[in-house]
C-alpha cells in the first residue's frame, strides 16, 4: 500500500519536472530562434518526449555506483551556472535576473536588504 502511494507521488514529480523543464527549455528556445510559437520545434510535447529520452537511461540504473557520471555532470552543470552569474556581475555590475537591483540604475551597490 505505501510502496503504491509513493509511486503514484513519484510519477506526479515526474510529470512536474517534465511541465517546468519544457516551458522553460520552449520559453528560451522561441527566444533564441524565429520560429513561429505553434512551431512543434517550440512546442512544449517536443521537450517533454527529448526530456523524456535523456533521463531514461539515467532511470534504468540498478545501482547508485553507476550514477557517478550523472552526479560529476550536475555538479559542473552547477558550477557554470555560478560562474556565468559571477562573470556578469563583473562585466555588467548587475545581474539582469535579479529582482533586488536599483530600479533607476540597475546597480546591487544600493541594494539594502531588511532582515
Not at 537511461?57 to 557554470?80: G, N
Amino acid at each position: 500500500m505505501i510502496s503504491g502511494i509513493l509511486n503514484v507521488n513519484s510519477l506526479g514529480l515526474v510529470m512536474v519536472y517534465f511541465i517546468v523543464s519544457s516551458n522553460t527549455i520552449q520559453s528560451v528556445v522561441a527566444d533564441l530562434t524565429d520560429l513561429p510559437e505553434n512551431s512543434f520545434w517550440v512546442g512544449r510535447t517536443f521537450w517533454v518526449l527529448v526530456l523524456a529520452v535523456l533521463i531514461l537511461p539515467v532511470c534504468l540504473k540498478k545501482e547508485l555506483q553507476e550514477l557517478h557520471i550523472v552526479s560529476m555532470t550536475l555538479f559542473v552543470a552547477v558550477i557554470v551556472f555560478i560562474l556565468i552569474i559571477f562573470v556578469q556581475l563583473l562585466i555588467y555590475g548587475t545581474n539582469k535576473f535579479s529582482y533586488y537591483t536599483n530600479e533607476k540604475t540597475g546597480d546591487i551597490t544600493d541594494m539594502q536588504m531588511s532582515f
